[in-house]
């Protein structure tokens, strides 16, 4: 196993026992002056006690509750940080959600309810916050969808009155929705440009619902028809494209217009590309429509229009991973399918909560601690994928394709002999033949790190 290979047990010293007694004590100290309404003294204990043990979960948590009893809102979230990843203990994401909330750092917020919520599906309270803080960003369907959430899990008598609170915000955010004037696409007048130069594709996110497909009043001057050569039949082209696109949104046919508008985009029109990105917002992949106004800010980066789109995109995706609740009651087989659909869909969120579920019902199948491995790397919890990489290997000894995953998840620690050590095992004991991609991948990741200097 990775931990029995790599890692040294170190005795505590006399010191250290007496720092963790004495951590200890002040941790004692400072419940009892918290509980006496003294926040100052009880933050004075916990700061301490943490000073002494700068990782202990008790003398943080204590200093953050202190801290926000108090109003030093910064320092309370400062505190929580330290024990963000405690194992097995969420409530510091909670705290971080109110704190942020309460500073306006609403992005910050909405990543730890969410991250929260996914520990601890069944608690309504994150709901209620996530709520606030989407409507603060002013993306008021993915409030009017937390607070859905919120109302239908809050049970609690004592909580009716935020869930009467949850229900007026719904019902006034949803007349307000129903209120925005619709806009319809218009075509604009060809402009010769300069050629541009082809760029890279963007990779397709994931699907998801849609949000504020009906696109806004089209701009005068920010959306032109960029054409790659300002001659009339490649201009044609472009606005007989999108033409067919305007009169097939009209029509409420999303493909179609995709269609239409993927034709004026592949001339480097950036009016091409913006509407595609609508269509796809439209027809409920919000992936491809990040990809294609990301496409037409390449060519026009004052685009605002697209800038703007794509921070709702993202935090709807975000949204999503939280508010959606598929069912993962099926066998093993539909729950393997749909973790690794949501891997592969880059839903991590997703699939971490469905790979988990997968493994409650098959604990021995090693590839579910291995995809489990793979989605910690990509949500960048490298601790997280080397606990699952060593539970697969106490499964499967003999799977040196994992010295490749334990590789990358040390070289996110920034642990770069450790890292290379793992890839040149890989690489030495896994046949190339079987794994061209990884091999390719783990060679060029080992010459980048061979290249970097020793700090």
């Known amino acids: 196993m990775l931990t029995a290979i790599c890692v040294l047990a170190l005795a505590p010293t006399k010191g250290h026992a007496q720092s963790a007694n004495s951590a200890e004590a002040l941790n004692q100290e400072g419940k009892a002056l918290f509980k006496a309404k003294d926040f100052e003294g009880a933050a004075k204990a916990f700061a301490a006690a943490a000073e002494l043990a700068p990782d202990d979960y008790e003398a943080n948590y204590g200093l953050g509750r202190s801290y926000e009893r108090l109003k030093r809102n910064a320092e309370a979230a400062a505190a929580y940080e330290r024990i963000r990843n405690a194992a097995d203990r969420p409530e510091p994401l909670y705290r971080l959600g109110v704190v942020y909330r309460k500073l306006e750092r609403y992005d910050e917020a ?19 916050g996530l709520g606030k803080a989407f409507e603060a960003t002013g993306d008021k369907a993915g409030a009017i969808e937390a607070y859905k959430q919120y109302v239908e899990r809050e049970q609690r008598p004592s909580e009716q009155d935020y869930v009467k609170a949850a229900a007026e915000r719904i019902a006034a955010l949803e007349q307000e929705l129903a209120s925005l004037p619709a806009a319809p696409l218009a075509p604009l007048e060809p402009v010769a440009v300069e050629p541009v130069v082809a760029v890279e594709p963007v ?47 009209d029509k409420a046919d999303c493909e179609g217009a995709a269609s239409a508008y993927q034709e004026a985009a592949a001339l ?54 939280v508010l959606e609740n598929p069912a993962l009651t099926g066998t093993v087989e539909e729950r393997r399918q749909l973790a690794q659909s949501y891997f592969d869909a880059g839903r991590f969120l997703m699939a971490l909560r469905t790979v988990r579920a997968w493994i409650e019902l098959a604990p021995e199948d090693p590839s579910a601690h291995r995809l489990l491995a793979q989605v910690q790397l990509a949500l960048a919890d490298p601790e997280q994928a080397l606990i699952a990489i060593d539970d697969e290997l106490a499964l499967f000894p003999g799977d040196f394709g994992l010295y490749a995953l334990a590789a990358e998840a040390y070289e996110q620690l920034g642990q770069r002999e450790r890292a290379i050590f793992y890839y040149r095992i890989f690489l030495n004991a896994v046949d190339p033949d079987q794994s061209q991609e990884e091999h390719a991948e783990a060679r060029a990741r080992l010459a980048k790190l061979e290249l970097e200097p020793i700090n």
């Open 203 to 249: 990779a397709p996110v994931e699907p998801a619902a849609p949000i504020e497909a009906t696109p806004p009043s089209t701009p005068k001057r920010e959306l032109e028809v960029l054409a790659a050569a300002p001659d009339a039949l490649a201009l044609a082209q472009i606005q007989s494209a999108l033409t067919r696109g305007d009169e097939a949104f």
């Open 110 to 128: 909405i990543a730890a309810y969410q991250a929260y919520s996914v520990l601890k599906p069944e608690d309504p309270d994150p709901y209620y």
């Open 268 to 321: 480097h029109s950036v009016e091409g590309s913006y509407k595609l990105g609508v269509a796809h917002a439209s027809c409920a992949r919000l992936g491809l429509a990040i990809d294609a106004w990301e496409q037409a800010l390449r060519w026009q980066p004052e685009l605002s229009l697209a800038s703007e789109q794509i921070v709702r995109a993202q935090r709807r995706l975000a949204a999503d991973a």
